[in-house]
C-alpha cells in the first residue's frame, strides 16, 4: 500500500482474539440488484476518511441482469482495513452481511469461525430459499451455529424508515442497501455526513430519493446505537473503533487500478508534451480506462471507440505516426486480436502503451475473474521475432507509475511496450497518496525536422538504437514505411539477407538495452534460503505471506518484479544468491519459465488459477514447506479453494460487469 | 479536402526512386500514372499528401509516391488512417486498397471508414482477384471464376463494391477504371470531396485475371457500354455510329431504369434522367445496373457531403473542454480526499 512505511513487522489478518484487532475484513453480499457494491464503495470512503489503511475486492456476475435471488446473481464487496499497513483485501471475512439466502449460501464457506453474520430475514421467505437450494431455513437450524447471528427484518425496517416519502414498496427496499450502510457505519464508529451529502450529489435532481436514502441510513445508524444487539455470544455487535494507520502526511484519495492507469497515461503524455489519442473497443475488465479517459478530452486526450480491437490498435499507430501517443487497451482476447499490429509497430518502429488487464481464459474464459495467464502473450506471442517491453503493475496506486514509464520507454526508444494489470487491480481500490507531477522528470518527445544524412535516413539509430520520429507535414522529410523489412538507414524495401539479420538484431538489442531500474529486494535480503518471487496483483498476499513467514523465522525474502521484459539486469545475480525459489503466479507456471529460461535457475512454480487472488494462508503454507525439512514437499499448485470468494458466476461474457444499482 | 495553399508540382515531382515491382502490364501502372498526372493539377503539397494502404500488389502504391506513405498490414489501412486523420487533420490521405484487402479481410475496417465519413479519398483497386497471392478468387470475382482455389470455378456471389459504400452510409461513390482517360477526373472529384470518397478502379490483372473488364472497358464498342455519369446531365450512352444513341430513364413502376432509344438527340421526350449526384436511391440503382442489359456505370455515382468524422471529433473536444481548466495536479487530487489525519474534504 502506497499508504504506509514498508517495515510495519505485525500481521496482516485479524487472527489475534485476545487483543483488539488491528484490521478487519466485512463483506457485503447480496442479490445483484441490492447494490452492494455502492454500499462497498461508500463503507470503503468512510473507512478512507478515518485514516484506516484498506484494501478491497469487488466480486460480481459476469451477468448483468442475473435472476433475483439465485446463487449466480449474487454480488458481493470484500474490504479489509485498519490500523496498520494492509496488501490484501483479507483471506476470510470477519463479519458477513448477507441481503438474501442465495448471498448467505454463497459466502457463508468463508466467513471465519466464530465471525457476525448479519441477515435480512425479509428476504429469508420459502420461495427465496428454495432459489438458493436451502432445504431447510438456515436461521432455524444450526447452520449458523458456529458463528455469531444478527438476525432482523432489514426490509421491514428500511420500509418503516422510507414510509413519509410515499414510496411504492419496490422503491422503498431499493434503500435497504443504504440501511445497511448506516449499520455499519454505527458498528466502526463511523460519521455519516460524507454519505448523506453523495447521496444529496448523486440523486441532485430526486431530492426526495435522496431523503428516502438518507432516513435509511440514519434508521440502520439509529437502530444500532438503540436496540439490543447482543448476539447469541455476547458482545457479537459492540461498536468498533479502528485508530488511524500511521501514514506519511499528504492528501489521499482512494484509485482503483483503471482509474490510475488513466491518470498515469494522462501523465506520461504530459511529460511526452504530446497529445494522447486512445484507441479502444469495449471488454471486460478494460473498459473501465476508456470510459474514464473519455471524460478528460480538455487534458488532449483523444478517444475513440472502434469497431473492434485490430482497428482500435491501428488507430492508435497511425495516430503514433501521426505525432500523437497512441494508447490502446484491452484484455486477452482483445490483445490476441491485436498482436498482427503489434508487430507492425515493432517493425515500423513507432511508439505504442499497450494496456493488458488480464482476466481469466483462454477464449472468452472468466471475464469478471482475474489470472496473470498472459505473460507468454505478452513477452513471446507474436509471430516472427517481435520484441517488445512489458511492464507489470503490483497494485491500483503502482499502476500510476507504471503507466509513466510505459509512456517513457514507447517515446524515448520508438517501440511498443505492453503494461499488464489483472482484473483485480482494474476494480480493487486502495487509499493512494496524491502525487505531485511535478516531481516527475519529463520526457519530451523530439522529431526530425531536417534530414539527418545527405539522404533522409528514417531508420537511423541513436544510441538507444532508437530511430528518428517524423510526423507527416513535415516539409522535405517524405518517406514510406510499412510491415515489409526494410534497408537499415533509409527504410527502402530490402529482404536481403544480411539485412534481415542485421534488423532482427537491431530490433532485438533496442529492446534489451531499455535502461530498467535495478530490482530491489522487496522484503528480507539479498541471498538466504528461500526466494519468493512474484509480478502483479500477487504483491499484496506474497508480501504478507513473507513478513508472516519472516516473522516465525524462516529465511525467506520477497522479490517484486515490475520489468519483465527486459528483466532488471542484476535480478539473475539476485536469484542466485538463494538456496531456493519459489514464483507464485495465478497462471501454470509462465514466469517461472522466463526465469529458468534466463538465467538457468531452479524455479519452482506455486501456480493457481481459479480466478481468486492468492490467500496469504495458501503462500504460507507453501513457504512453510520449505522449511519443515521434506525434501520435493515444495511449490506445486495451490487446490482450488472455493470458500475464498464466491465464483458461481458461470456463462457469457456480457461484456460488463456493472452491478446494478 | 481541405486545401491550403496551392504548390507548383510536376508529375515528376511525384516519382519515387523506388523500382517499380508489378508486372509488366499490370493496370496498376496505369493508375499510378493517372495520380501522378492528376496531384500537380491539384495543387497538393507532397509533404502534406499521405498514402496509406494494406497489403496486396495494388497496395504498393505508396512505394511509388514521393509524398508521405504507410503500407500497412492487410485491410487494417483504413482504421490506421482513422487514427492518422484524428491525429492530424490537416493531412491529406489517399487510401489504396484492394479487392480482397478491402472488402474480405478489411470489409468491416471499410463499412466502419465509411459510415463515419472520415475525410480521406479510398482508391479500391478491383481486380476482382487476390493478385500477391497468385491468383485465389476473390470476394469481386463473378460465379464461376476458375482459380487455384477454385478449380472448378467458384460458386459464390460476388459482393458489389459501390452497392457496399452506399449501403455503408458513403456519401461519395465513383467508379472508374485503369486505363480510361476519365479516371483523373474521378480522382479530382474525390478530392473536392469533404469526408470519405469511395472509388472503385477497375484494374486489369494481366496475370490471373486477364481483360475480365474487357466487356465494358475495351475500347471497341466502348461508347454502348459505359454510361459517364455527369452531375446535371441526362444520363445518355451510346453514339449514332455505334448504333443509335441510348439513354436510361426511371420506370415508376417498377422503381428501376429502363433503357430507351434517344433519336434526335431529344432526351427530353425520350424521358431520359437527368443525374443527380445528389440522390442516394438513384444512386444504389446506378451501382446495381446489371451489365448486360445495361451499360457500366462510371464517374461520379454519389456525392452528398455530410460532416466529417474529424470536423465532428473536434467540435465535440472543444465542446467538453470547454472553460475547463487542464490542471493534473488537481486532476490526480478529484475525488473524495482526505488528508492523513482524517480530514474529510468536500468533493472536488
Ligand atoms: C493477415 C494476412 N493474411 C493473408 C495475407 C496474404 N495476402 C496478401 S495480399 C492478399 C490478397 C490481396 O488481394 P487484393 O486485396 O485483391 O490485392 P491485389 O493483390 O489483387 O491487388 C492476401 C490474401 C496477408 N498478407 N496477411
Ligand atoms: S499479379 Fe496481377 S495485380 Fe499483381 S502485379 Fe501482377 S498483374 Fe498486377
Ligand atoms: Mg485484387
Redesign the interface.
Known amino acids: 500500500m502506497a499508504s504506509a512505511a514498508e517495515t510495519n513487522t505485525r500481521d496482516e489478518a485479524s487472527n489475534n482474539s485476545e487483543a483488539a484487532p488491528d484490521a478487519i475484513v466485512v463483506r457485503f453480499a447480496g442479490d445483484s440488484g441490492d447494490g452492494m457494491q455502492l454500499t462497498g464503495g461508500q463503507f470503503t ?1 468512510s473507512t ?4 484506516n489503511d484498506l484494501a478491497t475486492f469487488p466480486d460480481f456476475p459476469a451477468e448483468i441482469r442475473a435472476p433475483q435471488g439465485t446463487l449466480f446473481g449474487v454480488s458481493a464487496f470484500q474490504i479489509n482495513f485498519g490500523s496498520r499497513e494492509i496488501n490484501t483485501a483479507g483471506d476470510a471475512p470477519d463479519v458477513l452481511v448477507a441481503m438474501n439466502p442465495a448471498a448467505l449460501k454463497v459466502n457463508l464457506p468463508a466467513l471465519k469461525s466464530g465471525g457476525l453474520v448479519i441477515v435480512d430475514t425479509g428476504e429469508f421467505s420459502k420461495r427465496n430459499l428454495d432459489k438458493a437450494k436451502y432445504d431447510a431455513n438456515p436461521l432455524e437450524d444450526d447452520t449458523l451455529a458456529k458463528y455469531d447471528v444478527l438476525a432482523f427484518d432489514i426490509s421491514e425496517l428500511t420500509i418503516q424508515a422510507v414510509e413519509p416519502f410515499g414510496l411504492g414498496k419496490k422503491d422503498a427496499l431499493r434503500s435497504k442497501n443504504m440501511w445497511t450502510l448506516g449499520l455499519a457505519l454505527w458498528m466502526f464508529d463511523r ?1 455519516r ?2 454519505i448523506h ?2 447521496l444529496k ?1 448523486k440523486f441532485a435532481k430526486k431530492p426526495d430519493i435522496a431523503d428516502a436514502n438518507i432516513a435509511a441510513l440514519d434508521a440502520g445508524h439509529a437502530y444500532g446505537e438503540t436496540a439490543e444487539l447482543a448476539g447469541p455470544r455476547s458482545g457479537a455487535m459492540r461498536q468498533t473503533n479502528m485508530p ?1 494507520v500511521d ?9 482503483t487500478g483503471a482509474e490510475s492507469i488513466s ?1 498515469g497515461l ?2 506520461g503524455a ?1 511529460l511526452a508534451e504530446l ?1 494522447m ?1 486512445f ?1 479502444g473497443y469495449p471488454i471486460t475488465p478494460a473498459s473501465a480506462i476508456l470510459h474514464h479517459l473519455a ?6 486526450v ?1 478517444t ?1 471507440q ?3 480491437e ?3 490498435i ?11 501517443l ?1 494508447v490502446t487497451s484491452s484484455s486477452g482476447p482483445g490483445i490476441a486480436l491485436k498482436t ?2 503489434m ?2 509497430a515493432i517493425m ?1 518502429e513507432l511508439p505504442l502503451v499497450i494496456v493488458n488487464s488480464q482476466r481469466g481464459g483462454p477464449s472468452t474464459g472468466l471475464p469478471t475473474k482475474t489470472e496473470q495467464s498472459d505473460l507468454y502473450q505478452a513477452v513471446y506471442g507474436r509471430n516472427g521475432d517481435a520484441p517488445m517491453p512489458v511492464i507489470a503493475a503490483r497494485s491500483p496506486g503502482d499502476a500510476f507509475e507504471c503507466a509513466i514509464e510505459a509512456c517513457r520507454i514507447a517515446v524515448k526508444y520508438m517501440t511498443p511496450v505492453m503494461l499488464l494489470t489483472d482484473g483485480y487491480i482494474a476494480n480493487a481500490a486502495e487509499p493512494w497518496k ?5 516531481s516527475y522528470e519529463p520526457f519530451p518527445a523530439t522529431f526530425l525536422t531536417e534530414k539527418n544524412g545527405e539522404t533522409l535516413l528514417p531508420y537511423a539509430r541513436d544510441e538507444k538504437g532508437a530511430r528518428p520520429w517524423i ?14 523489412e526494410k534497408a537499415q538507414g533509409t527504410g ?2 530490402d529482404y536481403a539477407p544480411d539485412n534481415h539479420q542485421a534488423m532482427t538484431d537491431a530490433r532485438k538489442h533496442k529492446v534489451l538495452g531499455v535502461t530498467v531500474p535495478e530490482q530491489e529486494v522487496s522484503l528480507g535480503q539479498k541471498g538466504g534460503k528461500l526466494a519468493v518471487v512474484g509480478w502483479g496483483s500477487t504483491f499484496g498476499p506474497i508480501h504478507q505471506a513473507v513478513r508472516r513467514m519472516r516473522a516465525k523465522g524462516c529465511d525467506v525474502s520477497h522479490i517484486h518484479v515490475r520489468h519483465i521484459w527486459p528483466l532488471p539486469a542484476n535480478l539473475g545475480d539476485l536469484l542466485n544468491s538463494y538456496e531456493r525459489v519459489l514464483v507464485p503466479e495465478m497462471n501454470t507456471g509462465q514466469f517461472k519459465t522466463v526465469l529458468r529460461d534466463q538465467y538457468l535457475v531452479d524455479a519452482e512454480p506455486l501456480t493457481k488459477t481459479s480466478g481468486q487472488p492468492f490467500q496469504i494462508a495458501e503462500l504460507e503454507d507453501a513457504i512453510g514447506k520449505y522449511f519443515d525439512g521434506i525434501e520435493g514437499n515444495e511449490g506445486g499448485q495451490v487446490p482450488v479453494n472455493d470458500q475464498q470468494l464466491p465464483n458461481l458466476s458461470a456463462g457469457y461474457d456480457s461484456g460488463s460487469s456493472k452491478d446494478m444499482d | 479536402m481541405n486545401a491550403p495553399a496551392k504548390i507548383e508540382t510536376t508529375l515528376k515531382d511525384w516519382e ?1 526512386d ?1 523500382e517499380v515491382r508489378w508486372c509488366p502490364g499490370c493496370g496498376d501502372y496505369a493508375i499510378l500514372k493517372a495520380v501522378q498526372r492528376t496531384l500537380p493539377q491539384l495543387g497538393v ?4 499528401t ?1 498514402f ?1 494502404s494494406g ?1 496486396g500488389c495494388s497496395s504498393r502504391f ?2 511509388y ?9 492487410h485491410g ?1 489501412a ?11 487533420p ?2 491529406n490521405i489517399w487510401l489504396v486498397t484492394g479487392d480482397g484487402d478491402g472488402l474480405s479481410i478489411g470489409g ?2 471499410m ?2 471508414v465509411l459510415r463515419r465519413n472520415v475525410d480521406m479519398q479510398i482508391m479500391l483497386f478491383n481486380n476482382e482477384i487476390y493478385g500477391l497471392t497468385k491468383g485465389q478468387y476473390s470476394p469481386t470475382s463473378r460465379v464461376g471464376t476458375p482459380s487455384p482455389s477454385t478449380p472448378r470455378g467458384s460458386v459464390d456471389a460476388p459482393a458489389n463494391p459501390c452497392a457496399f459504400a452506399l449501403g455503408s452510409g458513403a456519401r461519395f461513390v465513383a467508379r472508374g477504371f485503369d486505363v480510361s482517360k476519365n479516371l483523373p477526373d474521378v480522382l479530382k472529384a474525390a478530392h473536392a470531396h469533404r469526408g470519405a470518397a469511395f472509388i472503385e478502379i477497375f484494374q486489369n490483372c494481366i496475370v490471373y485475371n486477364k481483360d475480365v473488364f474487357d466487356d465494358f472497358a475495351a475500347p471497341k464498342g466502348a461508347e454502348d457500354r459505359q454510361l459517364w455519369l455527369e452531375d446535371g446531365k441526362p444520363m445518355l450512352f451510346g453514339s449514332e455510329k455505334s448504333g443509335g444513341v441510348k439513354g436510361l430513364a426511371l420506370d415508376t413502376e417498377t422503381l428501376a431504369f429502363r433503357v430507351v432509344d434517344v433519336p434526335d438527340g431529344d432526351w427530353e421526350s425520350a424521358g431520359v434522367r437527368v443525374h443527380n449526384a445528389k440522390n442516394r436511391v438513384t444512386a444504389h440503382l446506378l451501382a446495381e445496373l446489371p451489365f448486360g442489359p445495361y451499360p457500366m456505370a462510371l464517374g461520379v455515382l454519389y456525392d452528398d457531403p455530410a460532416p466529417t468524422f474529424s470536423d465532428s ?1 473536434i467540435a ?2 472543444e465542446a ?2 470547454k472553460g ?3 490542471n ?2 488537481k ?12 480530514t ?1 474534504q ?2 472536488v
Open positions: 470512503l478512507a476518511l478515518a485514516g460519521p455526513e460524507p451529502n453523495w450529489q488511524p501514514s506519511e502526511p499528504g492528501l489521499y484519495r482512494t484509485i491518470l494522462v501523465a504530459q497529445p489519442f484507441g471524460r478528460l478530452k480538455e487534458y488532449g483523444t475513440f472502434a469497431e473492434d485490430i482497428a482500435a491501428c488507430a492508435a499507430i497511425g495516430a503514433s505516426y501521426a505525432g500523437s497512441g498482427e499490429a508487430g507492425l515500423t496524491v502525487p505531485d507531477p511535478s510526423k507527416p507535414g513535415t516539409p522535405g522529410l517524405m518517406h514510406r514505411i510499412g510491415g515489409i527502402h524495401i | 519515387t523506388q503539397d507532397p509533404a502534406n499521405v496509406i497489403i505508396p512505394y509516391m514521393e509524398s508521405y506513405g504507410f503500407h500497412t498490414i487494417r483504413p482504421a490506421l488512417a482513422t487514427g492518422v486523420k484524428l491525429a492530424n490537416e493531412l468491416n475496417h463499412m466502419h471529433v465535440e473536444h467538453a473542454s475547463k481548466e487542464a493534473l495536479a486532476l490526480l487530487g478529484t475525488g473524495q480526499t482526505w488528508t492523513v489525519d482524517g474529510a468536500d468533493p
